[in-house]
């Protein structure tokens, strides 16, 4: 993963720093031991690393410019000046020229800051897909940013305090979500957002955001075409460069990445998998199914008890605030077991699902709409007076349960599970931490991203809503932390630009037909996939670990002895 850090004071500070950023820098690339490249002046610095060729700056007359990630520009004359002299350099010219509207021009994964001291102004913003993330702080006239709060940290002066409502969305989401951080005082950008400082005052602006076209009427037959050759070329650009494996779980998403990367190779692709000896959890069966059809340089691993014990305080160090995603452990197994195999770069399926309907929740939210979207009249005068003054027994009380769902609206609706939510807040932290916290807050920042979501059906918004809380937020720090811990690069051939833009105008009715998840992706792929993997139910590196913990002594400790710290802490 490595990073990108730096900081730009408004008002000169004197004399350059490299000492500073030299151990701010330190942070970003101390567990896959990237190179460092770092420039700095009177008025900041900024620095970059990145495995390969990932990290470029720039520093000219009194500007300075670093990128960070894999990114190409759409403009030919940005383009051509990119590959003559740089991403870094292309980028300030972009910038002199177009200032923030270059970003709409700019395409990939990246993270990226200009600092301009002459103008007196820094900008920063991260990809559309949220793949390289990017945190920041206003200290005083300065403002400091970097890829991790421990490189933030490492600036002179700041003071590291926890932000207690970020403790209390953590439980909620099991992450915490962006802009917010665990460190007070700190923000973090969203996907497509970037942040002007000038002036004192840092303001945010979206660059580029999801917008659905609901209304494209296409063949099947062109759509498919066009699905297939951009999910080509997508895999052909995200194995362009080094020794190149692919993570397979044996789903649709890894299945389809490892099938290709064997097509635009043309040899044998390696692909890494993960099981456990664990009733219920293990996919290896589908894994094996996938090789042996796409003729894989096939690897396995089986994660143990003692294996997730060893991990955790490793996977605690290398990300930068609490995370509760266990699949996190097999992740780091499977990327270390690529790493050990000589593999430099991995390729991950994420983003399949929240691109073109795969979540099992978006069936559920289905069925609940077919009662939600019948005429309140209907509901309130007829059919909900009726039910409710039934008993609630057998058939009638499932019934009266799914309409008490249904009549919630979204997305409240779609978080009703919550475990927080069941549990009831007071009976989880003490009275003195909630009175110090907003326990309204996550359900005020769920109904605002799904409100803001450019779209009219109910799956396209479920989907804007997950491109967020699922995707960025989740899964992409998951997978992108563990590689880093096991000293490689991953790249989400899924994220491509180009295939989310098709994703965008597909037909609601083709991402979930009825209550049938995936409908165009599968029926798109059928010949290519076997057909048990297109017909299998989705299940993924999900780590047994309730089951472990009631067994495995050691694990048990470490959960317990986590609990005792937080209640010392008035949690």
Known sequence: MSGLCGWFCRERAGAARPDVIATMAAAIGRFDGSAVRNTCANFGAVAAAAIGSGADVFQHDEQLVALWGRAHF??????ELAQRDGLAHALAQGYARKRTGVFAALSGSFALAILDGRGREAVLAIDRMGTHPLCYRVAGDTLVFGS????ISAFPGIRQEVDRQAIFDYVYFHMVPAPGAIQAGVQRLLPGEYLSYRNGRAETGRYWEMRFVEDQQRSFPDLKQTFLSVLRQSVRDAAAHGTVGAFLSGGTDSSTIAGMLAEVAGEPARTYSIGFEAKGFDEMEYARIAARHFGTRHHEYYVTPDDVVKAIPAIAACFDQPFGN????PTYYCAKLA???????????????????????????????????????????????????LPEIGIIGKAQRYMRNAMQPMPARYDNYNLLERLGAANVFTAGFLGSVDPQLPQALMARTYQQAHAQSLINRMLAFDLKYTLADNDLPKVTRACELAGLEVRYPMLDDALVAFSASLAPGLKLKGARLRYFFKQALRGFLPEQIIAKTKHGFGLPFGPWLQTHAPLRQIALDSLADLKKRDI
Do not use: C, H, W
């Open 339 to 389: 790493k050990q195999d000589g593999v430099q770069t991995l390729l991950g399926g994420d983003g399949g699902d929240e691109l073109f309907g795969g979540n099992t929740r978006y069936a559920k939210q289905y069925l609940y709409s077919l009662y939600s979207d019948l005429p309140s009249m209907l509901r309130k005068g007829l059919i909900e007076p009726i039910a409710f003054a």
């Open 326 to 329: 266990s699949s996190a452990v």
């Open 148 to 151: 991790t709060l421990d490189a």
């Open 74 to 79: 759409a403009d030919a004359e940005l383009a």
